[in-house]
């Protein structure tokens, strides 16, 4: 049996979910966001899947997400996209520090997962932690600099805005922009999924990056999988999949 139990981990809300046979185990320790609007609720699905792996998974909820909204819901703060990843970036040690001393992690091994929003933070994070094991970005970009451009083309009024202050915000992207610097991937076991037909986070960017870097050797652990004209959503056979990269890269 699974359980899932609510909590505030350095005033961070997240569920954390455990096969309730080894909840005083120290086991791997595996993180995985949420999307845009979302909150750690919405993925429980793939919450399960992980503990039914054998690992200790915690799903905070983002920055004014599910019990941190402030003022309205989420929607109400776009142009604060890019800030909600980098407060998750920097939430991210006081979480594995305190998991370490309450709990343990079995083996120093940390896993960090997510979709969309999620999937963004993701690859964010394995820019910054050299200290995480494995990933699985699930629709989400490795490239946050582009990504902000397009994202900044969409919104009403933008043509407005002093051109030099959007490149200023933009330019504090690259400290978290994979695509940068893939390098820090350095050997690690990462899983890319995406569809080819999503019109939320373009896939092209994605599978360019993954083309770019396949044969370095610093990513030949990386992978990716293409579901020809999916779009924004993330089946439960690639949840499914997800789980299993995970289990695959912790028995090694």
């Known amino acids: 049996m699974i359980t899932v139990t609510e909590k505030e981990v350095k005033q961070i809300p ?3 979910l455990v096969d309730a046979s080894l909840t005083n185990e120290t086991l791997p320790l595996v993180f995985f966001y949420h999307g845009w609007t979302g909150c750690k609720e919405k993925v429980l699905t793939q ?21 941190r909204q402030v003022a309205g819901p989420a929607e109400k703060h776009q142009l604060e996209f890019w800030q909600i990843i980098a407060k998750s970036v920097q939430e991210f040690p006081l979480l594995v520090k305190a998991y ?15 979709l969309s929003m999620g999937g963004i933070t993701t690859c964010a994070l394995l820019r910054v932690y050299p200290q995480i094991t494995a990933a699985v970005c699930l629709m989400g970009s490795p490239c946050p600099v582009e ?14 805005v002093d051109p030099a202050y959007v490149e200023d ?46 044969d370095h050797s610093y990513a030949e652990n990386v992978t990716f999988t293409t579901t020809k004209g999916g779009k924004h959503k993330v089946s439960y056979l690639t949840t499914l999949e ?11």
């Open 169 to 214: 915000q933009i330019s504090q992207l690259a400290v978290i922009d994979l695509s940068q610097e893939p390098q820090k991937i350095a050997g690690r076991p990462v899983h890319f999924w995406h569809g080819s037909a999503d019109p939320m986070v373009p896939y092209q960017p994605t599978r360019d990056f993954y083309e770019r870097i396949k």
């Open 242 to 252: 997800m789980a299993a990269k995970f289990h695959e890269y912790f028995s090694k």
């Open 100 to 114: 370490e001393q309450n709990v343990g992690i079995y083996q120093r091994q940390i896993g960090v997962s997510g």
């Open 14 to 16: 997240v569920l954390e």
């Open 47 to 67: 919450g399960y899947e992980l503990a039914r792996q054998g690992f200790r998974v915690v799903m905070p909820d983002a920055l004014y997400h599910g019990q």
């Open 147 to 160: 990504f902000a451009r397009q994202l900044l083309a969409k919104i009403p009024g933008m043509e407005k």
